[in-house]
């Protein structure tokens, strides 16, 4: 008999023993309602049940079907919500009311899509009076990624002390502040729920206009906080700068997503190019796991760290996707391959475990991974700008997104543009992953447009696809 010596074995055997507890009780429900049901239909309760759920799974692996091959993420009709922030008319509306646009106004933004939890106030000239931001690093560590429950929770335990933080930090209390915003999706479900209820139950009791965010729209956006473009006064708004106008093409890489999208305003957005499996964030954050480096504070900054030490062009791997023609990403194949040649050195080192690598050999998997996960998306996104250049004469490209810090990949992707005269734009490094002042902002964004939402029946969503605008 193996002995309980650590707590992770003892978490293990919890786990086990209450997922069979509830396997047993399920079933015991389960029988017992359609002896229920069977006994009041006559002897045909679970048949008819039975037949009802082959039909339902035939239906689902139907649809799933149609869009094998294809970007997820996007929406095609299969999808029940959809960002649409603007009317079926196409006008923006101000659903909670509006603070006075004709001059500076502030909005406090709270962030709990995953792992982090994060508060700001933000001015609307761009300027972050205050902020604050709660780690989970040391609480996901051991697990080696994201536990939703146990980030739930650390969400709940931090929220109120995180948004307070956040306006003692500005010089401000709630009364001051003009609007507040919150994501709203996509995410971990019960994690965007934690602060979501907070920013609503704060807008209802102080009477405060309310944006439900788009997590992903909030990542695009921060690379217009800043100067470079003026944007004139009218009557209704004050006067303004942005780093960039619309139209201006967008590559999003991050934990969840990766995705190249043309953006022509607010709520408005046409994608190019999805990954149909991997994001590129998962494949570094799958890659660290691999190789046993720590992930609490994300896998990729551990596999940068190490690529620096490492041969880029010292382990064979394949670029992804080479025969199709398109915008698409695939980092499933490569994290395979990844795999297969870590397995294929452990061997020949005579090793027992990839983990039992030598340090030289680790940093050559992590930085010949990190540069063909990287020119893959300098293969997409090059057809991307041409695609621009073609159809909207853009040349600009925005950056962003969690793996948007990854100084190999700005340095990569600038010099592309560079090459053909585009212009990059990049938030700096912290205010690409996640935290408050991406909400806050976003609200901003959308405020100045006329647009916010009503709190009292704002839900979250866990897949919050851009709609598609005609």
């Known amino acids: 008999?193996?002995?309980?010596?650590?707590?992770?074995?003892?978490?293990?055997?919890?786990?086990?023993?209450?997922?069979?507890?509830?396997?047993?009780?399920?079933?015991?429900?389960?029988?017992?309602?359609?002896?229920?049901?069977?006994?009041?239909?006559?002897?045909?309760g679970p048949n008819t049940h039975n037949k009802n759920k082959e039909k339902r799974y035939q239906a689902a692996r139907e649809k799933r079907r149609k869009f094998i091959g294809m970007a997820k993420a996007v929406d095609r009709g299969q999808f029940a919500v959809t960002y649409k922030p603007r009317s079926d008319s196409g006008k923006f509306q101000s659903r909670s009311g509006l603070p006075d646009r004709t001059k500076l106004f502030t909005v406090l933004g709270v962030e709990s899509s995953c792992d982090d939890t994060g508060a700001a106030v933000v001015r609307s000239d761009g300027k972050i009076l205050g902020e604050s931001l709660a780690s989970q690093q040391e609480i996901h560590e051991e697990w080696g990624g994201v536990v939703?429950?146990?980030a739930r929770d650390a969400h709940a335990s931090k929220i109120d002390s995180v948004i307070q933080e956040a306006l003692d930090k500005s010089d401000m209390t709630i009364d001051d502040v003009d609007a507040i915003g919150v994501t709203v999706g996509p995410g971990l479900e019960i994690c965007l729920r934690v602060g979501c209820d907070a920013a609503k139950d704060l807008a209802v009791k102080y009477n405060k206009p309310f944006v439900g965010v788009h997590h992903l729209e909030a990542h695009i956006l921060m690379a217009r906080i800043g100067e470079g473009v003026n944007?004139?006064?009218?009557?209704?708004?004050?006067?303004?700068?942005?780093?960039?106008?619309?139209?201006?093409?967008?590559?999003?890489?991050?934990?969840?997503?990766?995705?190249?999208?043309?953006?022509?305003?607010i709520g408005n957005y046409s994608i190019i190019g999805g990954t149909m499996d991997d994001s590129l964030g998962e494949a570094f954050d799958k890659t660290a796991r691999l190789l046993g480096l720590p992930v609490g504070g994300g896998g990729g900054p551990a596999v940068?760290?190490?690529?620096?030490?490492?041969?880029?062009?010292?382990?064979?791997?394949?670029?992804?996707?080479?025969?199709?023609?398109?915008?698409?990403?695939?980092?499933?194949?490569?994290?395979?391959?990844?795999?297969?040649a870590a397995d294929r050195i452990r061997i020949e080192r005579g090793m027992e475990a990839i983990n039992d690598l030598?340090?030289?050999?680790?940093?050559?998997?992590?930085?010949?991974?990190?540069?063909?996960?990287?020119?893959?998306?300098?293969?997409?996104?090059?057809?991307?700008?041409?695609?621009?250049?073609?159809?909207?004469?853009?040349?600009?490209?925005?950056?962003?997104?969690?793996?948007?810090?990854?100084?190999?990949l700005r340095s990569?992707?600038?010099?592309?543009?560079?090459?053909?005269?585009?212009?990059?734009?990049?938030?700096?490094?912290?205010?690409?992953?996640?935290?408050?002042?991406?909400?806050?902002?976003?609200?901003?964004?959308?405020?100045?447009?006329?647009?916010?939402?009503?709190?009292?029946?704002?839900?979250?969503?866990?897949?919050?696809?851009?709609?598609v605008v005609s």
């Open 148 to 150: 939703p429950g146990l």
């Open 304 to 340: 940068e760290q190490l690529a620096k030490q490492g041969d880029p062009d010292s382990v064979e791997l394949p670029i992804p996707l080479q025969r199709r023609k398109d915008c698409d990403f695939s980092y499933a194949g490569l994290k395979t391959a990844v795999r297969m």
């Open 358 to 408: 030598p340090f030289d050999d680790k940093a050559n998997i992590a930085a010949s991974f990190q540069n063909v996960a990287i020119k893959h998306i300098e293969q997409r996104l090059k057809r991307a700008m041409k695609l621009c250049e073609d159809e909207d004469n853009i040349k600009t490209l925005a950056v962003v997104g969690g793996v948007a810090a990854n100084q190999e």
């Open 1 to 44: 008999m193996l002995a309980l010596s650590s707590s992770k074995t003892m978490a293990f055997c919890a786990r086990h023993s209450l997922r069979n507890n509830c396997f047993w009780s399920f079933n015991r429900i389960y029988m017992s309602s359609s002896i229920t049901s069977e006994a009041s239909q006559g002897g045909k």
């Open 231 to 265: 944007i004139s006064a009218t009557s209704q708004t004050h006067e303004s700068t942005r780093t960039m106008d619309f139209p201006f093409l967008a590559l999003l890489v991050s934990g969840g997503h990766c995705q190249l999208m043309k953006c022509y305003g």
């Open 412 to 467: 990569r992707l600038d010099s592309i543009c560079q090459e053909n005269e585009w212009i990059m734009h990049v938030p700096p490094p912290r205010l690409c992953t996640d935290q408050g002042a991406m909400s806050a902002w976003a609200s901003v964004e959308r405020i100045m447009v006329g647009s916010t939402d009503v709190a009292e029946i704002q839900e979250v969503y866990a897949r919050y696809p851009f709609s």
